[in-house]
């Protein structure tokens, strides 16, 4: 059964790209418009690979990795950060947040899907 | 495995306007001297937004530009720096910029480089220099794709013997797998051809892109070794060789020894993980797959299966994609939705035929014929709604670009000026929407420039510093109304009525202000002092109220010495569809658009009065308004002639009452518009026409021309 990945991005070009990009690799996408919407979409079904953006309205990528560690089902699942910044500060924290790796921003496709199959094959 | 992300270029337009417009509007609202920090918030993700989308999708000049404006944003928003009128005006400016960047790359338009170099030097100026060239990742072009052919050392090498094939479809084969990665061609015997190609892709992407040309399983695969130092030398000679044949080349990393001496860090790759993978697969409970197949002998590999699985996921690729374009609108021409439209119209009055007809109908007999065609009815009326929903567009599309507009100009004069506007999300016809946009321009422009007074001459008359302009819109009957007022000085009876003499209109001192204000919408007329270069010039009110009038619409002024001026203009809500009333005065029928109908009366004798040389009037709830026979205006063969056989039709349009005597009420009806202009010529009193249910023609007569000439009426008289 093809694998659930959740993609949280505010932009929609670049959450469709994201969204068209993994289903060309086989995958199910569940797109999510900001934090808050990923939590609800979180909640709603269980995925294997969460994808989120930072920098976000209502509710950052930050905030969502920690309130998604703290749903039951979530605990392990991988979650990705998609940033701008690959700042040390910024990986710290992720790493605090309890995110599992981090994807600068811009990547083209190609490398999504190499990063994505390497953690949830 | 190539992924064609031009696709969503459009939406990434798309999605840069709105965020240019929000980012427009934000910096339009904030306080500058104490921002609400969610404001700042959102001003900076818009250009945060801008910045990824832009970088993802290869635009350079665009994240260059909102690089530099983020990187300012980021510190106001921090508080490191204070929020400042220069800075909004710079990141209005740089608003600008970034929209004429975009239409370049979206519509080919011109891009002013030197004004986006001036911007950036703006920007970076309000950085104080403090900004030091941070660190910016390498922006992926895909504009201009090439070839990901900088294949460091450490990629795989694999060989590809391929079964006989055409040189076309090796040739095809050699493009695709190019984007993998360096691909040479060696000749094999026989007339066969092996590839080798060097890349950092896995087999499976190999076998993928082989299958389009060719059954996998023809295929042989081996895993080249590494090269040895003498054959790398030989084999980039050999390249150095065929690139000088083909004309182009690229370039090696600056040292190859020390690029393959060590695996790519983290920042290199882009990305990284911060558990080891395995243990992010294990604690996640992925099964890890077999040990991955990586044989170093030259034996042929399996992949047989690979490939099967590789087209299945082709096709299922093929599926997705045609799930992720979809999108919840889609663009259509407006011929087409005019042509739906015109269609629908057609279908109105064949299906207002059919009703007509059937009503003869015995009800008994043909009762279930009846009870469709009552359906019938119901759904084309629901039809023809939402199809003429299609063209409504909301107000704020208009609306919309006045706020920059208002305080540029309030800037440039020197005013204060407070913009509120009401009723943005009113709808009205696209067609109206467009051609709406430059008389009110003109009218907001004016205000700020005549009606709106300095600073210090506001504080003198009492008022506020800060000047009022309001802008409204809203539905009244099956017009929409637009209000543009302010709070400025009004309008000068004395200037107005001296300019007028002056220009040689007719007046004189005992006209009513109304009329006096209707004097500034002759050709050439201005009474501004000073011909400022917003507006003054004597082109305009004329022209805007000539352009209101084409659209069907009125134009109305009220204005107070010392409290203001507030301009009406009543639009129409669309031009193709009215809702009717049917009249008849002798054997002709008459259309009349219900919305200037108030009610209509068979009138006491006694209360129909002849006034001299002015025809007659009738009483209507204690207001005389003038009686105008309608069989005298088109010279019609009357079947009445006493007003009180009859019916009186009370109309009302631009403020002014009149009683249209009519023969009879026929009926109430929507009815599509015929342009008679366009199809006959334009007739004084007739707005159009339109094909009634019995397939005859009925004029649709122009209410408010009608009433305007019903001052000044006499029954002698043939009116236009």
Redesign the interface.
């Known amino acids: 059964m ?1 694998k659930t990945i959740l993609a949280v991005d ?5 959450r ?2 994201v ?3 993994l ?4 995958y199910q996408v569940v797109e999510a418009v900001d934090g808050q919407d990923g939590l609800e979409k979180a909640k709603q079904q269980t995925v ?2 969460v994808l989120t ?1 930072q ?3 209502k509710m950052d990528g930050l905030t969502l990795i920690k309130s998604l560690r703290s749903l039951p089902g979530y605990q ?3 979650i ?1 950060m998609l940033t ?1 910044e ?1 700042s040390e500060d910024m ?1 710290s924290k ?2 605090a947040a309890g ?13 999504l ?1 190499e ?1 994505v199959k ?4 | ?3 064609d ?1 031009s ?2 270029y459009k ?2 337009f798309d ?1 840069a306007e709105e965020l240019l417009a929000e980012k427009e509007r934000l910096l339009l609202a904030v306080d500058i001297d104490s921002p609400d920090p969610e404001d700042l918030n ?1 001003i ?2 818009t250009a ?2 801008i ?3 832009a ?3 290869g635009l350079n000049d665009m994240s260059e530009v909102t690089h530099v404006l983020e990187s300012l944003l980021d510190r106001i928003r921090k508080g490191e720096m204070a929020l400042t009128a220069q800075h909004v005006d710079a990141f209005l400016a740089a608003k600008d910029i970034l929209k004429m960047q975009l239409d370049g790359h979206r519509n080919g338009a011109d891009v002013d480089q030197e004004a986006v170099a001036n911007v950036r030097m703006m920007l970076h100026d309000l950085s104080e220099g403090v900004i030091v060239p941070t660190h910016q ?1 390498t ?2 072009s ?1 504009l201009h794709a090439e070839p990901k052919q900088q294949v460091a050392e450490g990629a795989h090498r694999y060989k590809i013997e391929l079964p006989d094939l055409a040189k076309r479809d090796v040739d095809a084969l050699v493009d695709e797998l190019g984007l993998l990665g360096r691909v040479s061609v060696v000749p094999l015997a026989a007339g066969r051809t092996a590839l080798i190609i060097m890349t950092h892709e896995s087999l499976d992407d190999i076998v993928a892109i082989c299958s389009f040309v060719l059954d996998p399983s023809d295929l042989k695969i081996f895993e080249a070794p590494p090269l040895t130092p003498e054959q790398r030398a030989k084999e980039a000679a050999e390249r150095a060789r065929i690139e000088e044949e083909q004309g182009y080349g690229f370039f090696d990393p600056a040292d190859p020894e020390d690029a393959g001496a060590h695996e790519p860090t983290e ?1 290199e790759l ?6 080891p ?1 395995e243990q ?2 294990l ?4 099964v890890a ?1 077999a040990p991955p197949p990586a044989p170093v002998r030259p034996e042929p590999l399996e992949i047989t299966e690979v490939a099967a699985e590789k087209k299945a ?1 082709k096709k ?2 093929e599926g ?2 045609a ?2 374009s979809e999108s919840s609108s889609i663009r259509v021409s407006i011929e087409k939705v005019d042509q739906l439209i015109n269609l629908v119209g057609e279908l109105v009055i064949t299906q207002a035929m059919i009703e007509q007809r059937s009503s003869g109908l015995d009800p008994m007999v043909h009762q279930r014929l009846l009870q469709s065609v009552a359906q019938l009815t119901r759904n084309t009326r629901d039809l023809q709604e939402s199809v003429m929903s299609i063209r409504m567009m909301p107000m704020d599309f208009v609306f919309s670009r006045f706020p920059r507009m208002v305080r540029d100009l309030a800037g440039k004069l020197g005013k204060k000026v407070d913009f509120i506007t009401n009723g943005a999300a009113t709808e009205l016809d696209k067609g109206l929407i467009e051609r709406i946009v430059d008389p009110l321009t003109h009218l907001v422009r004016n205000s700020i420039d005549h009606g709106i007074e300095m600073p210090a001459a506001r504080v003198a008359a009492g008022k506020s510093e800060s000047g009022r302009l309001f802008l409204s819109a809203a539905h009244q009957g099956g017009n929409i109304v637009i209000e543009v007022a302010d709070d400025g000085g009004g309008l000068n009876r004395e200037r107005i009525l001296a300019k007028a003499k002056e220009n040689g209109l007719a007046v004189s001192d005992n006209m009513s202000d109304a009329d006096v204000w209707q004097l500034i919408f002759a050709p050439g007329f201005s009474t501004a002092e000073i011909v400022t270069d917003v507006s003054g010039r004597g082109v305009g009110m004329d022209v805007v109220k000539r352009n209101i009038q084409a659209l069907g619409g009125t134009i109305d002024i009220r204005s107070a010495r010392g409290f203001g001026t507030t301009i009406l203009i009543s639009l129409p809500l669309t031009l193709a569809i009215l809702d009717g009333m049917s009249i008849r005065s002798g054997d002709e029928i008459y259309i009349l658009p219900l919305g200037f109908v108030v009610e209509s009366l068979q009138p006491a004798r006694a209360d129909v009065k002849e006034i001299h040389g002015q025809g007659r009037v009738v009483k209507v709830r204690g207001e005389y308004l003038p009686l105008i026979p309608l069989y005298q205006m088109f010279n019609i063969e009357p079947r009445l002639t006493d007003p009180c056989e009859g019916i009186l039709v009370i109309l009302e349009a631009e403020g002014r009452k009149a009683a249209l005597f009519v023969d009879e009420l026929v009926g109430q009806q929507q009815v599509v518009v015929k342009n008679l202009e366009a199809n006959y010529r334009k007739v004084a009193g007739i707005s159009g026409a339109t094909i009634l249910g019995d397939g005859g023609v009925a004029l649709i007569l122009d209410v408010a021309a009608l009433l305007r000439s019903s001052r000044q009426l006499s029954d002698e008289s043939v009116l236009f």
Do not use: C
């Open positions: 093809a505010d932009s929609s070009s670049l469709q790209m969204a068209f990009s289903k060309a690799a086989g294997d690979l953006d920098n976000m309205p392990k699942t991988p990705l701008t690959s990986k992720g790493r995110a599992n790796g981090w994807l600068v921003k811009p990547f083209d496709p190609q490398r899907i990063v390497k953690v949830i094959g | 495995m190539t992924i992300i696709q969503f939406v990434f999605e959102a900076f993700r945060h937004s910045k990824g989308g970088s993802t999708f990742p922006v992926p895909f920042d882009g990305y990284g993980f911060f558990q993978i992010i697969r604690e996640a409970g992925i797959e996921a299922g690729a997705a994609h799930q992720g």
